[in-house]
């Protein structure tokens, strides 16, 4: 079915003119009749026939159950687009937009002309191409007879010089065959004569020689001698200098072993799985809550110092990670003071810790979680002024409470010993009645062994 249309070719259309004449005048009518036709398939219900005109306006659509269909147009050109429906009345299959033109018996006329004076200028062109190659072949045989003429006369004088050439080579061997006789009799005169002076130089040669040997015995006797003396001389410099060279090779290697000692020593140091750690510094405490007490009888001061201490032991590692546990001491002092009375809050804090250290980017730089619980000490003291009316004394106290707490920071390790530690401690206190939160930002110093 995809191959209805692939071999539809439009022809020229021609128009007929046709004068008509009736009664005692002329009418003249223009009847245009055209029959398009395409190849027909049984598996086609019905075509669809579009004409577009040289605008590309569709100016008629015919519908037929026929593998053609008449037209009447003008003269002109045109379009047509055929689409052919199965047997269930679907869209099967349609041509592309092909061109076709109307003309006139005249223009058909002229087109017959043109065609026939093309072809007698074609035919006139094939005759003056034949008369051409007639005269090339002509032309080519006379040359080819020439050729072979010229081949024939340049065979004849090479011979001719060849035999000329022959006679002269024979002449020349001749006269050479003659003066290689003489040069070899003469060669021949000459080795002789030169070998009775080698003979005679021989013989001088060998009474030189032996004179030579003599001699050359003598000498080498001498030089046996001295050089037997010289190996001895040698030998017993080179024990002396193998022995200085033993004694600083032993010096040398005992100097290598001691650094190499001191050098194991010193790697096994740097090395070393150090998973103790002691620590101080400074921070400062601030009370986040205390129950009203601070703020009902006290007017502390909002920045206290402390102190601290850490010791840690961290015995669980890898690559990422530490684990262990670290002892944490710290101790701080809030002050408060009015017309009556000083009040001075000494605090020293004892607390046990989980720790679990994570690697940041690189092993300089680890963030450290601890959490644990411990016990505060305080001690109390309030000093009464004397022209308080009141006959109070000054009092001293002790007191012990439990403690929970935690802490965050970042540990920058720059050595392997040195170790410095910013962070920030949170811890809860038990106290009766008045329950205490102090947050305590610090940086400390620390040492790892």
Known sequence: ??????????????????????????????????????????????????????????????????????????????????????LLGRESVSTVWQDFEVISQKEEQARIAREKAEQERIAAEKAEKERLEAERIAKEKAEQERLAKEEAERKAREEEEQKRLEEERLVQEKAEEEERLAKEKAEEERRLALEKAEQEEKERLALEEEERQRIAAEIAAQEEAERLEAERLKREEEERAEAERLAQQKAEEEEELKKQKKEERRKIWENYDRKFGLAAGAGLSFILYDGNFFSDYMTPSQFNPNLNGQFSYLPF???????????????????????????????????????????????????????????????ENLDYYDDTDDNKKDTIRNFGFITVGGGLSVVFVPTRLITIELGADYNHLFIPDMNMGLLTPYVSLGLRF
């Open 1 to 86: 079915m995809s191959n209805i249309f692939s071999s539809f070719k439009f022809k020229r259309l021609i128009i007929f003119l046709c004068l008509i004449f009736a009664g005692g005048f002329c009418l003249f009518a223009q009847t245009f009749t055209q029959k398009l036709s395409w190849s027909s398939d049984p598996n086609v219900l019905e075509y669809k026939v579009e004409i577009k005109d040289s605008s590309g306006k569709v100016i008629e659509t015919i519908t037929t159950p026929d593998n053609f269909v008449e037209l009447s147009l003008t003269h002109g050109k045109y379009k047509c687009r055929i689409t052919a429906y199965d």
């Open 317 to 379: 590692h890898n690559n990422i990670l530490r684990f262990g546990m670290e002892f944490d001491a710290m101790a701080t002092r809030f002050n408060s003071s009015n017309q009556y009375f000083n009040l001075n809050l000494s605090m020293l804090f004892l607390q046990e810790n989980l720790a679990l250290r994570l690697k940041l980017k690189s092993e300089k730089f680890w963030l450290q979680i601890k959490v644990g619980a411990g016990i505060v000490l305080i001690n």
